[in-house]
């Protein structure tokens, strides 16, 4: 079975300044790792994935995230963040059939 | 490009009663998921079904059932609603040769039981 823990529910930042979401993963199968976005009554959309291959995989919007086996995590990052990117991030893994998807955590830029 | 389509986008209904959100995904996509979005909640899996089979099973209550057509549109059907069930739901698919990779969402039905 598979579990994501996104350790903060919420990053307020200053608009320009950098931002990190933390993601954790386990899983007892290899698995697939993403990041999505939500808008305010929207769907999800995708921000960027892990397969396989590079550790550091870049994503829409200038987002990166980078995929860290021997600690489980896949966290997220932009070095300067703008007023647009106010939304919910989630973090999700797949394994089979199913993708499980973390809390959230609601980054709040500020100006 | 074509997205994944949800019907209808906002329903509401009496307790008791009965509901059915429609999912169209994109073409060529085989595999639809299920997930139940509660306010302020992350998406919970529901159901997943590939090739017309159900392939996984989530938290979906027993009141609850879900099929996947041949042509690959998928329904969800919610009976005996109760208060609780006001939520969103989103539909996703995903193409055939990818196995459980990336999912493409829908918009979401907005589901509200009175």
């Known amino acids: 079975a598979q579990s994501v823990t996104q350790l903060d529910s919420q990053v307020p930042v200053f608009e320009e300044a950098p931002v990190e979401l933390r993601c954790n993963y386990s899983?007892?199968?290899?698995?697939?790792l993403f990041w999505y976005v939500q808008y305010p009554n929207q769907g999800l959309q995708l921000l960027l994935k892990y397969l396989s291959g590079s550790t550091l995989v870049k994503g829409i919007n200038g987002f990166e995230a980078e995929f860290n086996k021997s600690q489980t995590s896949f966290h997220l990052r932009k070095p300067s963040v703008h007023i647009s990117d106010t939304a919910e991030y989630f973090c999700?893994?797949?394994?089979?059939?199913?993708?499980?998807f973390g809390a959230g955590t609601r980054l709040f830029v500020k100006a | 490009a074509a997205g994944v389509i949800q019907s209808p986008r906002h329903l509401i209904k009496e307790k008791r009663e009965t509901a059915t959100l429609k999912c169209y995904p994109i073409?060529?996509?085989?595999?639809v998921y299920w997930y139940q979005q509660g306010p302020g909640q992350d998406p919970q899996f529901l159901i997943s079904f590939y090739e017309k089979m159900q392939s996984d099973k989530g938290s979906i209550p027993d009141r609850f059932s879900a099929q996947q057509f041949s042509d690959y549109h998928s329904e969800l059907n919610m009976s005996s609603l109760e208060l609780g069930d006001s939520a969103l739901y989103f539909c996703?698919?995903?193409?055939?040769?990818?196995?459980?990779?990336?999912?493409?969402f829908g918009e979401g039905s907005r589901l509200t039981v009175l």
């Open positions: 999700a893994v797949t394994g089979g059939f199913k993708t499980i």
């Open positions: 899983s007892s199968v290899s698995v697939y």
């Open positions: 996703a698919s995903s193409p055939r040769d990818r196995g459980a990779g990336e999912l493409f």
């Open positions: 073409p060529r996509h085989d595999t």
